[in-house]
RNA sequence: GGCGGCAUAGCCAAGUGGCUAAGGCAGAGGACUGCAAAUCCUUUAUCCCCGGUUCGAAUCCGGGUGCCGCCUCCA
Protein backbone atom coordinates (compact mmCIF):
# COMPACT_ATOMS: atom_id res chain seq x y z
CA UNK A 1 0.00 0.00 0.00
CA UNK A 2 1.74 3.76 -1.23
CA UNK A 3 0.44 6.47 1.33
CA UNK A 4 0.90 9.68 -0.61
CA UNK A 5 0.22 12.82 0.63
CA UNK A 6 -2.76 15.03 -0.09
CA UNK A 7 -3.18 18.71 -0.99
CA UNK A 8 -6.69 18.61 -0.74
CA UNK A 9 -7.37 16.37 2.55
CA UNK A 10 -3.68 17.88 3.98
CA UNK A 11 -2.82 14.64 5.03
CA UNK A 12 -0.94 11.48 3.84
CA UNK A 13 -3.71 9.13 2.72
CA UNK A 14 -3.59 5.13 2.06
CA UNK A 15 -3.90 5.42 -2.16
CA UNK A 16 -6.03 3.11 -4.17
CA UNK A 17 -6.95 3.92 -7.61
CA UNK A 18 -10.46 4.14 -9.25
CA UNK A 19 -9.76 1.36 -11.27
CA UNK A 20 -8.10 -1.62 -10.11
CA UNK A 21 -4.40 -1.79 -11.09
CA UNK A 22 -4.56 1.40 -12.94
CA UNK A 23 -3.21 4.76 -12.13
CA UNK A 24 -4.54 8.61 -14.37
CA UNK A 25 -1.69 10.84 -13.66
CA UNK A 26 -1.73 14.30 -14.92
CA UNK A 27 1.35 16.30 -14.75
CA UNK A 28 1.35 20.31 -15.17
CA UNK A 29 3.64 20.48 -18.26
CA UNK A 30 5.69 23.30 -18.84
CA UNK A 31 5.01 26.55 -20.73
CA UNK A 32 8.02 26.48 -23.90
CA UNK A 33 8.90 30.33 -24.41
CA UNK A 34 12.26 29.56 -22.69
CA UNK A 35 14.71 26.90 -21.09
CA UNK A 36 13.64 24.83 -18.02
CA UNK A 37 15.44 25.77 -15.04
CA UNK A 38 17.01 23.45 -12.35
CA UNK A 39 14.24 24.81 -9.95
CA UNK A 40 11.57 23.39 -12.53
CA UNK A 41 12.97 20.09 -13.26
CA UNK A 42 12.92 19.39 -9.49
CA UNK A 43 9.56 18.97 -9.77
CA UNK A 44 9.96 16.88 -12.66
CA UNK A 45 12.09 14.45 -10.96
CA UNK A 46 9.64 13.87 -8.15
CA UNK A 47 6.89 13.74 -10.59
CA UNK A 48 9.03 10.34 -11.90
CA UNK A 49 9.86 8.93 -8.61
CA UNK A 50 5.62 9.26 -8.21
CA UNK A 51 5.43 7.58 -11.37
CA UNK A 52 8.30 5.10 -10.86
CA UNK A 53 6.79 4.11 -7.68
CA UNK A 54 3.49 3.86 -9.06
CA UNK A 55 5.13 1.41 -11.57
CA UNK A 56 7.25 -0.28 -8.99
CA UNK A 57 3.89 -1.46 -7.58
CA UNK A 58 2.54 -3.13 -10.45
CA UNK A 59 0.58 -0.26 -11.31
CA UNK A 60 -0.42 0.49 -14.91
CA UNK A 61 0.31 4.27 -15.13
CA UNK A 62 -1.48 6.47 -17.78
CA UNK A 63 0.38 9.72 -17.87
CA UNK A 64 -0.96 12.90 -19.15
CA UNK A 65 1.81 16.29 -19.51
CA UNK A 66 0.68 19.09 -21.51
CA UNK A 67 3.24 21.85 -23.34
CA UNK A 68 1.90 25.18 -22.83
CA UNK A 69 2.64 26.71 -26.12
CA UNK A 70 -0.36 29.74 -25.43
CA UNK A 71 -1.88 31.63 -23.76
CA UNK A 72 0.40 32.02 -20.58
CA UNK A 73 -0.03 35.73 -19.81
CA UNK A 74 2.77 37.09 -18.16
CA UNK A 75 0.45 38.35 -15.08
CA UNK A 76 -1.61 35.68 -13.86
CA UNK A 77 -3.89 38.86 -13.32
CA UNK A 78 -5.28 38.10 -16.95
CA UNK A 79 -3.25 41.29 -18.12
CA UNK A 80 -0.29 41.64 -20.17
CA UNK A 81 1.60 40.02 -22.92
CA UNK A 82 1.15 36.36 -23.86
CA UNK A 83 4.41 34.79 -22.94
CA UNK A 84 5.06 32.92 -26.00
CA UNK A 85 4.54 36.47 -27.44
CA UNK A 86 7.26 37.93 -25.85
CA UNK A 87 9.12 34.71 -26.93
CA UNK A 88 8.40 35.90 -30.09
CA UNK A 89 9.83 38.93 -29.83
CA UNK A 90 12.95 38.59 -28.48
CA UNK A 91 14.05 35.32 -30.95
CA UNK A 92 12.16 36.83 -34.00
CA UNK A 93 11.03 33.64 -35.17
CA UNK A 94 7.62 32.23 -34.83
CA UNK A 95 5.67 31.18 -32.27
CA UNK A 96 5.43 27.41 -33.43
CA UNK A 97 9.33 27.75 -34.13
CA UNK A 98 9.77 28.81 -29.85
CA UNK A 99 7.62 26.21 -28.68
CA UNK A 100 8.96 23.62 -30.69
CA UNK A 101 12.52 24.94 -30.07
CA UNK A 102 11.75 24.66 -26.22
CA UNK A 103 9.94 21.74 -26.21
CA UNK A 104 12.92 19.90 -27.67
CA UNK A 105 14.90 21.73 -25.24
CA UNK A 106 12.96 20.09 -22.42
CA UNK A 107 12.96 17.02 -23.44
CA UNK A 108 16.45 16.83 -23.86
CA UNK A 109 16.61 18.22 -19.63
CA UNK A 110 14.48 15.08 -19.61
CA UNK A 111 16.65 12.53 -21.19
CA UNK A 112 19.58 13.34 -19.49
CA UNK A 113 17.54 13.45 -15.69
CA UNK A 114 16.34 9.94 -16.76
CA UNK A 115 13.15 10.56 -16.52
CA UNK A 116 10.64 9.25 -17.95
CA UNK A 117 8.53 10.46 -20.45
CA UNK A 118 4.87 10.68 -20.19
CA UNK A 119 2.64 7.85 -22.00
CA UNK A 120 0.82 11.40 -23.55
CA UNK A 121 1.90 14.38 -24.62
CA UNK A 122 -0.80 17.11 -25.65
CA UNK A 123 0.04 20.45 -26.93
CA UNK A 124 -2.60 23.12 -25.99
CA UNK A 125 -2.39 24.76 -29.47
CA UNK A 126 -3.93 21.17 -30.58
CA UNK A 127 -6.47 21.21 -28.34
CA UNK A 128 -8.13 24.51 -29.02
CA UNK A 129 -11.33 22.86 -29.98
CA UNK A 130 -12.21 21.19 -26.60
CA UNK A 131 -11.06 23.97 -24.87
CA UNK A 132 -13.63 25.70 -26.50
CA UNK A 133 -16.36 23.25 -26.14
CA UNK A 134 -15.51 22.97 -21.81
CA UNK A 135 -16.30 27.26 -21.98
CA UNK A 136 -19.13 26.88 -23.96
CA UNK A 137 -20.27 24.21 -20.97
CA UNK A 138 -19.42 26.64 -18.19
CA UNK A 139 -21.48 29.36 -20.24
CA UNK A 140 -24.58 26.78 -20.41
CA UNK A 141 -24.11 26.15 -16.59
CA UNK A 142 -24.03 29.80 -16.21
CA UNK A 143 -20.54 30.33 -14.94
CA UNK A 144 -19.33 32.69 -17.02
CA UNK A 145 -20.19 36.56 -17.91
CA UNK A 146 -18.54 38.84 -20.69
CA UNK A 147 -16.43 41.78 -20.36
CA UNK A 148 -15.07 44.14 -22.69
CA UNK A 149 -11.96 41.63 -22.80
CA UNK A 150 -12.73 38.31 -22.29
CA UNK A 151 -14.92 35.77 -21.07
CA UNK A 152 -14.63 35.24 -16.95
CA UNK A 153 -15.72 32.65 -14.75
CA UNK A 154 -17.54 34.16 -11.91
CA UNK A 155 -16.14 32.19 -8.80
CA UNK A 156 -18.85 33.22 -6.13
CA UNK A 157 -20.97 31.00 -7.99
CA UNK A 158 -19.30 28.01 -7.62
CA UNK A 159 -19.67 27.50 -3.47
CA UNK A 160 -16.83 25.47 -2.88
CA UNK A 161 -14.23 27.71 -4.80
CA UNK A 162 -10.64 27.79 -3.69
CA UNK A 163 -11.22 24.68 -1.19
CA UNK A 164 -8.10 22.94 -2.57
CA UNK A 165 -6.03 26.59 -1.20
CA UNK A 166 -8.24 26.65 1.96
CA UNK A 167 -8.69 30.35 0.30
CA UNK A 168 -10.10 32.64 2.93
CA UNK A 169 -12.40 34.90 0.57
CA UNK A 170 -12.96 37.65 2.64
CA UNK A 171 -9.27 38.09 3.43
CA UNK A 172 -8.17 37.94 -0.28
CA UNK A 173 -11.17 41.05 -0.37
CA UNK A 174 -9.40 42.67 2.00
CA UNK A 175 -5.96 42.33 1.17
CA UNK A 176 -6.37 42.18 -2.70
CA UNK A 177 -3.20 44.60 -3.52
CA UNK A 178 -3.27 43.52 -7.62
CA UNK A 179 -4.50 45.65 -10.02
CA UNK A 180 -8.19 44.14 -10.88
CA UNK A 181 -9.41 44.14 -14.80
CA UNK A 182 -12.23 46.28 -14.51
CA UNK A 183 -15.87 45.00 -14.29
CA UNK A 184 -14.57 41.86 -13.02
CA UNK A 185 -17.19 40.54 -10.23
CA UNK A 186 -14.83 39.10 -7.64
CA UNK A 187 -11.11 39.32 -7.09
CA UNK A 188 -10.63 35.14 -7.58
CA UNK A 189 -12.89 35.87 -11.27
CA UNK A 190 -10.43 34.87 -14.29
CA UNK A 191 -10.59 34.77 -17.95
CA UNK A 192 -11.91 31.30 -19.58
CA UNK A 193 -11.19 33.10 -22.99
CA UNK A 194 -9.59 36.32 -23.67
CA UNK A 195 -10.27 38.71 -26.94
CA UNK A 196 -7.48 39.57 -29.07
CA UNK A 197 -6.45 42.94 -28.55
CA UNK A 198 -7.97 45.32 -31.24
CA UNK A 199 -5.10 47.62 -32.48
CA UNK A 200 -2.32 44.63 -33.23
CA UNK A 201 -2.35 40.97 -34.42
CA UNK A 202 -1.41 38.07 -32.48
CA UNK A 203 0.42 35.22 -34.06
CA UNK A 204 -2.07 33.08 -32.25
CA UNK A 205 -5.52 33.49 -32.25
CA UNK A 206 -8.63 31.75 -33.26
CA UNK A 207 -12.61 31.55 -33.85
CA UNK A 208 -14.39 31.08 -30.63
CA UNK A 209 -18.42 31.90 -30.04
CA UNK A 210 -17.05 34.58 -28.27
CA UNK A 211 -15.00 36.37 -30.66
CA UNK A 212 -11.36 36.11 -32.09
CA UNK A 213 -8.66 35.06 -28.86
CA UNK A 214 -7.18 32.56 -27.24
CA UNK A 215 -7.85 30.57 -24.51
CA UNK A 216 -6.99 31.69 -20.57
CA UNK A 217 -3.70 29.53 -19.29
CA UNK A 218 -5.81 27.58 -16.33
CA UNK A 219 -8.52 26.46 -19.65
CA UNK A 220 -5.57 23.98 -21.01
CA UNK A 221 -5.39 21.39 -18.39
CA UNK A 222 -8.78 21.29 -17.62
CA UNK A 223 -9.80 20.35 -21.51
CA UNK A 224 -6.98 18.27 -21.87
CA UNK A 225 -7.09 15.87 -18.73
CA UNK A 226 -10.42 15.83 -19.16
CA UNK A 227 -10.26 14.76 -22.88
CA UNK A 228 -7.19 11.71 -21.93
CA UNK A 229 -8.07 10.77 -17.85
CA UNK A 230 -11.98 11.69 -18.16
CA UNK A 231 -14.60 13.56 -15.97
CA UNK A 232 -12.31 11.68 -12.81
CA UNK A 233 -8.97 10.62 -12.35
CA UNK A 234 -6.59 9.72 -9.56
CA UNK A 235 -3.40 12.33 -9.41
CA UNK A 236 -2.96 15.70 -10.67
CA UNK A 237 0.42 17.13 -9.60
CA UNK A 238 2.25 20.23 -9.84
CA UNK A 239 4.21 22.74 -8.17
CA UNK A 240 3.44 24.26 -4.70
CA UNK A 241 3.05 27.78 -6.78
CA UNK A 242 -0.13 25.79 -8.10
CA UNK A 243 -2.13 25.33 -5.53
CA UNK A 244 -3.68 28.72 -4.96
CA UNK A 245 -4.68 29.97 -8.66
CA UNK A 246 -4.16 27.71 -10.90
CA UNK A 247 -5.04 23.82 -10.07
CA UNK A 248 -7.33 26.18 -7.76
CA UNK A 249 -9.18 27.79 -11.29
CA UNK A 250 -9.07 24.16 -13.17
CA UNK A 251 -10.92 22.44 -10.65
CA UNK A 252 -13.56 25.40 -10.82
CA UNK A 253 -14.04 24.93 -14.33
CA UNK A 254 -14.58 21.37 -14.49
CA UNK A 255 -16.50 21.10 -11.19
CA UNK A 256 -18.89 23.71 -12.25
CA UNK A 257 -19.50 21.36 -15.54
CA UNK A 258 -19.17 17.98 -14.02
CA UNK A 259 -20.85 18.75 -10.74
CA UNK A 260 -18.59 16.09 -9.06
CA UNK A 261 -14.97 15.94 -7.37
CA UNK A 262 -12.60 15.91 -10.19
CA UNK A 263 -9.60 14.69 -8.97
CA UNK A 264 -8.62 12.25 -5.80
CA UNK A 265 -5.16 13.40 -5.33
CA UNK A 266 -3.65 16.61 -5.78
CA UNK A 267 0.03 16.30 -4.85
CA UNK A 268 2.48 19.51 -4.68
CA UNK A 269 6.52 19.25 -5.49
CA UNK A 270 8.07 22.53 -3.08
CA UNK A 271 10.40 24.66 -4.66
CA UNK A 272 14.15 24.82 -5.08
CA UNK A 273 15.19 27.96 -3.71
CA UNK A 274 18.84 29.51 -3.51
CA UNK A 275 20.59 31.04 -0.70
CA UNK A 276 19.30 34.42 0.13
CA UNK A 277 21.40 37.17 -0.87
CA UNK A 278 21.32 40.84 -0.02
CA UNK A 279 20.35 41.46 -4.07
CA UNK A 280 18.47 38.70 -5.35
CA UNK A 281 15.74 37.12 -3.77
CA UNK A 282 15.95 33.43 -3.40
CA UNK A 283 13.58 32.07 -5.32
CA UNK A 284 14.44 30.74 -9.17
CA UNK A 285 12.04 32.36 -11.48
CA UNK A 286 12.58 31.92 -15.29
CA UNK A 287 10.98 35.81 -15.59
CA UNK A 288 13.48 37.52 -13.41
CA UNK A 289 16.69 35.39 -15.17
CA UNK A 290 17.24 34.57 -12.02
CA UNK A 291 17.91 30.80 -12.81
CA UNK A 292 20.32 27.72 -13.28
CA UNK A 293 19.69 25.71 -16.60
CA UNK A 294 20.53 22.14 -17.00
CA UNK A 295 22.83 22.87 -19.81
CA UNK A 296 24.86 25.29 -17.34
CA UNK A 297 25.25 22.35 -15.26
CA UNK A 298 27.13 20.64 -18.41
CA UNK A 299 29.12 23.25 -19.20
CA UNK A 300 30.10 22.64 -15.58
CA UNK A 301 31.05 18.91 -16.71
CA UNK A 302 28.40 18.33 -13.75
CA UNK A 303 26.50 15.12 -14.30
CA UNK A 304 23.12 15.90 -15.12
CA UNK A 305 22.32 12.59 -12.55
CA UNK A 306 24.07 14.19 -10.01
CA UNK A 307 21.32 16.84 -9.81
CA UNK A 308 18.83 13.93 -9.66
CA UNK A 309 20.57 12.73 -6.64
CA UNK A 310 21.07 15.88 -5.04
CA UNK A 311 17.19 16.08 -5.29
CA UNK A 312 16.56 12.49 -3.78
CA UNK A 313 18.29 13.30 -0.89
CA UNK A 314 15.47 16.03 0.24
CA UNK A 315 11.78 15.22 0.66
CA UNK A 316 10.12 16.09 -2.44
CA UNK A 317 7.58 18.46 0.34
CA UNK A 318 10.45 20.25 1.59
CA UNK A 319 11.99 23.18 0.36
CA UNK A 320 15.77 22.38 -0.80
CA UNK A 321 18.18 24.90 -0.80
CA UNK A 322 20.59 24.90 -4.15
CA UNK A 323 24.40 25.65 -3.26
CA UNK A 324 27.05 24.43 -5.43
CA UNK A 325 28.62 22.94 -2.87
CA UNK A 326 25.65 20.85 -1.97
CA UNK A 327 25.49 20.07 -5.73
CA UNK A 328 29.31 18.90 -5.88
CA UNK A 329 28.59 16.80 -2.79
CA UNK A 330 26.07 15.05 -4.51
CA UNK A 331 28.09 14.58 -7.36
CA UNK A 332 30.71 12.87 -4.97
CA UNK A 333 28.51 10.32 -3.51
CA UNK A 334 27.18 9.31 -6.95
CA UNK A 335 30.94 8.89 -8.40
CA UNK A 336 31.23 6.82 -5.48
CA UNK A 337 28.13 4.86 -5.50
CA UNK A 338 29.75 4.34 -9.86
CA UNK A 339 32.63 3.37 -8.72
CA UNK A 340 31.42 0.57 -6.29
CA UNK A 341 28.85 -0.89 -8.54
CA UNK A 342 31.40 -0.82 -11.41
CA UNK A 343 33.65 -3.60 -8.34
CA UNK A 344 30.72 -5.29 -7.96
CA UNK A 345 29.03 -5.96 -11.08
CA UNK A 346 29.13 -9.32 -12.41
CA UNK A 347 27.22 -11.05 -15.36
CA UNK A 348 26.48 -14.00 -12.53
CA UNK A 349 22.60 -13.80 -11.43
CA UNK A 350 22.25 -12.68 -7.84
CA UNK A 351 19.35 -13.06 -5.49
CA UNK A 352 17.59 -9.85 -4.41
CA UNK A 353 18.15 -9.04 -0.77
CA UNK A 354 14.95 -9.04 0.90
CA UNK A 355 15.33 -6.83 4.01
CA UNK A 356 17.10 -3.45 2.64
CA UNK A 357 15.13 -4.32 -0.82
CA UNK A 358 12.27 -4.31 2.05
CA UNK A 359 13.48 -1.01 3.76
CA UNK A 360 13.91 1.03 0.46
CA UNK A 361 10.31 0.18 -0.72
CA UNK A 362 8.86 1.28 2.21
CA UNK A 363 10.49 4.26 2.39
CA UNK A 364 9.51 4.68 -1.32
CA UNK A 365 5.73 3.65 -0.36
CA UNK A 366 5.81 6.54 2.43
CA UNK A 367 4.89 9.67 0.31
CA UNK A 368 8.14 9.04 -1.23
CA UNK A 369 10.71 9.51 1.01
CA UNK A 370 13.87 9.04 -1.12
CA UNK A 371 16.43 10.31 1.49
CA UNK A 372 15.51 6.99 3.61
CA UNK A 373 15.00 5.45 0.36
CA UNK A 374 19.00 6.25 -0.59
CA UNK A 375 19.83 4.89 3.58
CA UNK A 376 18.83 1.64 2.28
CA UNK A 377 20.99 2.17 -1.11
CA UNK A 378 23.79 2.44 0.89
CA UNK A 379 23.32 -0.05 3.53
CA UNK A 380 23.40 -2.55 0.48
CA UNK A 381 26.89 -1.98 0.63
CA UNK A 382 27.42 -1.91 3.49
CA UNK A 383 26.86 -5.25 4.11
CA UNK A 384 30.09 -6.77 4.04
CA UNK A 385 28.41 -10.39 4.17
CA UNK A 386 26.58 -10.14 1.04
CA UNK A 387 27.63 -11.59 -2.21
CA UNK A 388 28.56 -9.30 -4.63
CA UNK A 389 26.04 -10.36 -7.30
CA UNK A 390 22.99 -10.32 -4.65
CA UNK A 391 23.89 -6.76 -3.92
CA UNK A 392 24.00 -5.92 -7.59
CA UNK A 393 20.67 -7.21 -8.39
CA UNK A 394 19.11 -5.38 -5.66
CA UNK A 395 20.95 -2.31 -6.52
CA UNK A 396 19.23 -3.06 -9.90
CA UNK A 397 15.94 -3.42 -8.21
CA UNK A 398 16.41 0.11 -6.59
CA UNK A 399 17.17 1.45 -9.47
CA UNK A 400 13.70 1.00 -11.04
CA UNK A 401 12.75 4.08 -8.70
CA UNK A 402 16.03 6.15 -7.89
CA UNK A 403 16.76 5.98 -11.91
CA UNK A 404 20.31 6.50 -11.27
CA UNK A 405 21.55 4.09 -14.30
CA UNK A 406 23.23 1.32 -12.27
CA UNK A 407 22.84 -1.24 -14.97
CA UNK A 408 25.54 1.14 -17.10
CA UNK A 409 27.33 2.01 -14.12
CA UNK A 410 31.05 0.85 -14.95
CA UNK A 411 34.36 2.35 -13.94
CA UNK A 412 35.07 5.30 -15.36
CA UNK A 413 38.35 5.34 -17.37
CA UNK A 414 39.47 8.74 -18.98
CA UNK A 415 40.12 9.07 -23.03
CA UNK A 416 43.52 9.53 -22.71
CA UNK A 417 46.15 10.85 -26.10
CA UNK A 418 49.39 10.03 -27.25
CA UNK A 419 50.48 12.40 -25.00
CA UNK A 420 49.16 11.54 -21.80
CA UNK A 421 50.24 7.79 -22.67
CA UNK A 422 53.78 8.93 -22.77
CA UNK A 423 53.71 10.47 -19.28
CA UNK A 424 52.14 7.80 -17.70
CA UNK A 425 54.71 5.07 -19.25
CA UNK A 426 57.31 7.16 -18.79
CA UNK A 427 56.52 7.31 -14.99
CA UNK A 428 56.01 3.38 -14.76
CA UNK A 429 59.19 3.61 -15.65
CA UNK A 430 60.42 5.89 -13.42
CA UNK A 431 58.67 3.92 -10.57
CA UNK A 432 60.00 0.42 -11.64
CA UNK A 433 63.58 2.29 -11.42
CA UNK A 434 62.36 3.45 -7.93
CA UNK A 435 62.75 7.18 -9.58
CA UNK A 436 60.13 8.41 -6.81
CA UNK A 437 61.08 11.89 -7.42
CA UNK A 438 61.15 11.61 -10.90
CA UNK A 439 57.82 9.68 -10.72
CA UNK A 440 55.82 12.26 -8.53
CA UNK A 441 56.74 15.06 -10.66
CA UNK A 442 54.99 13.21 -14.24
CA UNK A 443 52.04 12.52 -11.77
CA UNK A 444 51.98 16.35 -10.57
CA UNK A 445 52.39 17.07 -14.96
CA UNK A 446 49.75 14.44 -15.93
CA UNK A 447 47.74 16.25 -12.86
CA UNK A 448 47.63 19.22 -14.21
CA UNK A 449 46.29 18.51 -17.67
CA UNK A 450 43.39 17.41 -15.32
CA UNK A 451 43.83 13.74 -14.86
CA UNK A 452 43.55 11.49 -11.50
CA UNK A 453 46.09 8.67 -11.39
CA UNK A 454 45.46 5.42 -9.23
CA UNK A 455 48.17 2.93 -9.37
CA UNK A 456 46.59 -0.87 -9.30
CA UNK A 457 47.56 -4.14 -8.82
CA UNK A 458 46.06 -4.19 -12.35
CA UNK A 459 48.74 -1.28 -13.24
CA UNK A 460 47.86 2.60 -13.77
CA UNK A 461 44.34 3.35 -14.48
CA UNK A 462 43.60 7.36 -15.67
CA UNK A 463 40.94 8.53 -14.48
CA UNK A 464 38.90 12.29 -15.09
CA UNK A 465 39.90 14.72 -12.76
C1' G B 1 -2.71 42.33 5.62
C1' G B 2 -4.49 36.91 4.36
C1' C B 3 -2.80 31.68 3.67
C1' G B 4 0.94 27.93 4.12
C1' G B 5 5.73 25.69 5.22
C1' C B 6 10.36 25.16 7.80
C1' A B 7 14.07 25.35 12.20
C1' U B 8 18.08 18.20 13.75
C1' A B 9 26.18 17.75 13.43
C1' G B 10 30.81 22.17 9.24
C1' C B 11 27.01 21.28 4.87
C1' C B 12 22.60 18.53 2.75
C1' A B 13 18.96 15.67 5.18
C1' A B 14 15.71 11.33 7.50
C1' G B 15 13.36 10.51 12.02
C1' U B 16 6.42 12.77 14.49
C1' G B 17 6.37 9.70 22.28
C1' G B 18 10.37 4.82 24.45
C1' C B 19 16.86 0.82 23.13
C1' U B 20 23.37 3.92 22.05
C1' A B 21 18.94 10.37 16.88
C1' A B 22 19.23 7.09 9.59
C1' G B 23 22.03 8.09 5.24
C1' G B 24 25.16 11.20 2.11
C1' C B 25 28.98 15.17 1.55
C1' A B 26 33.03 17.50 3.90
C1' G B 27 36.75 16.99 8.03
C1' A B 28 39.96 14.10 11.54
C1' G B 29 42.58 9.47 12.97
C1' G B 30 44.04 4.50 11.41
C1' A B 31 44.90 0.26 7.77
C1' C B 32 46.77 -0.20 2.76
C1' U B 33 50.52 2.58 -0.58
C1' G B 34 57.44 4.36 -2.09
C1' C B 35 54.12 8.73 -1.46
C1' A B 36 49.32 9.26 -3.24
C1' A B 37 44.58 7.82 -5.29
C1' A B 38 40.82 4.24 -4.65
C1' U B 39 39.01 0.99 -0.83
C1' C B 40 38.08 -0.47 4.28
C1' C B 41 37.76 0.71 9.71
C1' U B 42 37.07 4.45 13.60
C1' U B 43 35.34 9.31 14.71
C1' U B 44 32.09 14.15 14.61
C1' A B 45 24.59 16.39 17.51
C1' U B 46 23.24 20.56 24.67
C1' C B 47 17.61 18.01 18.09
C1' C B 48 16.24 27.31 17.67
C1' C B 49 14.56 29.43 22.77
C1' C B 50 11.09 29.42 27.14
C1' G B 51 7.17 27.09 29.57
C1' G B 52 3.70 22.82 29.89
C1' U B 53 1.64 17.55 29.32
C1' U B 54 3.92 12.62 30.30
C1' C B 55 7.10 7.44 33.95
C1' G B 56 9.42 9.09 29.34
C1' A B 57 9.53 14.41 23.92
C1' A B 58 13.65 16.16 18.56
C1' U B 59 8.72 14.13 18.32
C1' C B 60 2.44 16.41 21.64
C1' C B 61 0.42 21.49 23.61
C1' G B 62 1.12 26.96 24.57
C1' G B 63 4.20 31.24 23.92
C1' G B 64 8.52 33.38 21.63
C1' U B 65 12.50 34.09 17.88
C1' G B 66 14.39 33.34 13.02
C1' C B 67 13.96 31.84 7.87
C1' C B 68 11.11 30.76 3.46
C1' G B 69 7.02 30.25 -0.07
C1' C B 70 2.10 31.67 -2.09
C1' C B 71 -1.63 35.71 -2.54
C1' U B 72 2.42 39.29 -8.63
C1' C B 73 5.02 35.45 -14.01
C1' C B 74 6.16 31.06 -11.52
C1' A B 75 7.79 24.21 -10.77
Given at each position: ?????????????????????????????????????????????????????????????????????????????????????????????TAREIADKYWAAFRRDLERLNIVEPTTWCR???????????????????????????????????????????????????????????????????????FSPTDQKRQMEWESPWGIGFPGWHLECSAM???????????????????????????????????????????????????????????????????????????????PLAYRYFCMGAHYRAPLTFTWEGLDGAANA????????????????????????????????????????????????????????????????????????????????????????????????????????????????????????????????????
Amino acid sequence: MIRLYNTMTRSTDPFTPMEEGRVGLYTCGPTVYNYAHIGNLRTYIFEDLLRRTLEAEGYEVNHVMNVTDVGHLVSDSDTGEDKMEVGVAREGITAREIADKYWAAFRRDLERLNIVEPTTWCRATEYIGEQIDLAKRMEGAGFTYALEDGIYFDTSKLPDYGKLARLDLEGLQAGARVEMVAGKRNPTDFAVWKFSPTDQKRQMEWESPWGIGFPGWHLECSAMSLKHLGEQFDIHCGGVDHVAVHHTNEIAQVESVTGKEWVRWWMHGEFLVLPKTDEDESKMSKSSGNFITMESLVERRIDPLAYRYFCMGAHYRAPLTFTWEGLDGAANALDRLRRRVAAIRTDRPGRVLDEPLTAFREACRDDLNTPRALAALWNVLRDERADGADQYATLLEMDRILGLGIDSMAEVEAEVDGEIERLVAERDDARSRKDFAEADRLRDEITARGYLLEDTPEGTKVRPG
